[in-house]
Structure formats: structure tokens, C-alpha cells
């Protein structure tokens, strides 16, 4: 197929980049199967070192499950918020980090690190192409989702051994990003971090470098 784009497609493909919010304030309504389906196809289609295709999706409806998940992400939080004191310790405390009750659906997603068994082509010197691929379809998850109408929030502030233990994720996968998936009470115009005087976006010239690292 020798797509060509037209001016709409690629104006509505660099508006989707750039309307998509990491999520954590949810409706209540579910997601339908066939949204889900499109939007886990979606992140399927990703690319991955010597087509590996290493990822699994792992769909967490069961509240239990999402119980234990967040008592653990309340303690590692607590950990975290140790690094902060002042203002910016106010803040840190104010910020909401996860949606893991209220989204309708959980979803972690893992990387099988002996999928394609061990000589995966192109992975021979830099192991972590398997993870790298992992992140390329999550990225394309959020975006599908993006347009579905569907946040996701992605709640990184939990051990892998927690996510292990719950979900029952076995030694040879790892367990990449545990995603909080729900439709949007709102999508910000910009990362929530940076309305709320937490960071800001650098200027796309400062990470543009020409021939050689130049700072
Ligand atoms: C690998 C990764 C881990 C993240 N972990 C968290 C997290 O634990 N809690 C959270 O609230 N946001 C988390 N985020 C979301 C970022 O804070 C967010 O992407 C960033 O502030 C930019 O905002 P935007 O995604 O809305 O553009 C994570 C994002 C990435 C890519």
C-alpha cells in the first residue's frame, strides 16, 4: 500500500500527538470491547526489534487485585514524597498520580524478554531493544486511545515485584507500564505538571542537536 496522506489526515495525526494527556480523572462509564480491541490492536502495530513483538496485556477488572495494586503504590508514594519539603513537598502531596479505583479498566503491559528466542535479529548488542520496542507500543496505545476518546494515565510509582505478585507475572517478563485506562473527564491543553508550576516543556531547539552533542 502506497498511502498518501492528505493535508486533513496529517493535520489531524500532529493534532492527536499533540491533544494526547497522561490521564488520572475518570468517568465511570466502561469502556466497550470493540474500543478496547482497537485500541490494544492499535499498540500491537507497533514496531519491535526483529519483529518480537515482546509485549503482553494483561486487562485488570478484578478489584481486589487493583486494591492490593494501590496500597502499593500509597507506600512507594510515601517514599517518594520524602525527596520533597517546603513548597514543593505541598505541592508533591496536592498531586494526583494515579486513577487505579476510578478508571474502569487496569492494564499492565509487559515485555517477555526470551520471546523470539535468544538471537532476536538486531538484538544481539543492545539487549533492552525488546523494552525500547515495549514503550513504542504503549506509545501507540495512548494515542489510539487519544482519539477514542479514552485517557491513560500511566502509574509508575509501583515495584515490579508488587506487579509480580498480584498479576502473577512469571521471572522471564517484566512488567513494562501498569496504565490506567478510562474515558476523560477532561484532556488538558497541556501536562497537568506543567499548569501546575511543577516542570515545563523544554523548546523543541534545546534537544535538537546538529552533527555533535552540543550544550
Ligand atoms: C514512563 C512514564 C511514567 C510515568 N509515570 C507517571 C506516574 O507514576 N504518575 C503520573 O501521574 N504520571 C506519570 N507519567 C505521566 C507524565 O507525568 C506525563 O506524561 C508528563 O507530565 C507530560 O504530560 P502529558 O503526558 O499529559 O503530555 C508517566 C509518564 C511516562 C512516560
Request: glycine share 6%; proline share 5%.
Amino acid at each position: 500500500m502506497n498511502d498518501v496522506f492528505s493535508a486533513a489526515d496529517r493535520a489531524a495525526f500532529y493534532r492527536v500527538i499533540e491533544r494526547r494527556r497522561d490521564v488520572r480523572a475518570f468517568k465511570t462509564d466502561p469502556i466497550p470491547e470493540d474500543v478496547l480491541r482497537r485500541i490494544l490492536t492499535a499498540a500491537h502495530h507497533g514496531p519491535s526489534v526483529g519483529f518480537m513483538q515482546p509485549w503482553d496485556f494483561i486487562v485488570v477488572r478484578d478489584r481486589a487485585a487493583r486494591a492490593r495494586i494501590k496500597d502499593a503504590f500509597l507506600r512507594e508514594n510515601q517514599k517518594a514524597a520524602q525527596h520533597y519539603t517546603g513548597e514543593r513537598g505541598t505541592l508533591y502531596a496536592s498531586l494526583k498520580l494515579e486513577g487505579i479505583d476510578e478508571a474502569p479498566i487496569n492494564l499492565c503491559v509487559t515485555c517477555d524478554r526470551t520471546r523470539g528466542g535468544p538471537h532476536v535479529l538486531g538484538r544481539n548488542t543492545i539487549l533492552d531493544a525488546d523494552l525500547y520496542s515495549t514503550c513504542c507500543a504503549i506509545q501507540n496505545l495512548w494515542l489510539a486511545a487519544r482519539v477514542e476518546g479514552v485517557g491513560v494515565g500511566w502509574v509508575s510509582i509501583l515495584t515490579e515485584d508488587d506487579l509480580r505478585a498480584v498479576l502473577g507475572i512469571p521471572p522471564h517478563v517484566l512488567p513494562v507500564a501498569y496504565l490506567c485506562l478510562g474515558y476523560a473527564r477532561e484532556f488538558l491543553d497541556e501536562p497537568e505538571l506543567q499548569q501546575r508550576g511543577w516542570a515545563r516543556r523544554l523548546t523543541v531547539d534545546r534537544v535538537i542537536h546538529q552533527d555533535h552533542w552540543s550544550s
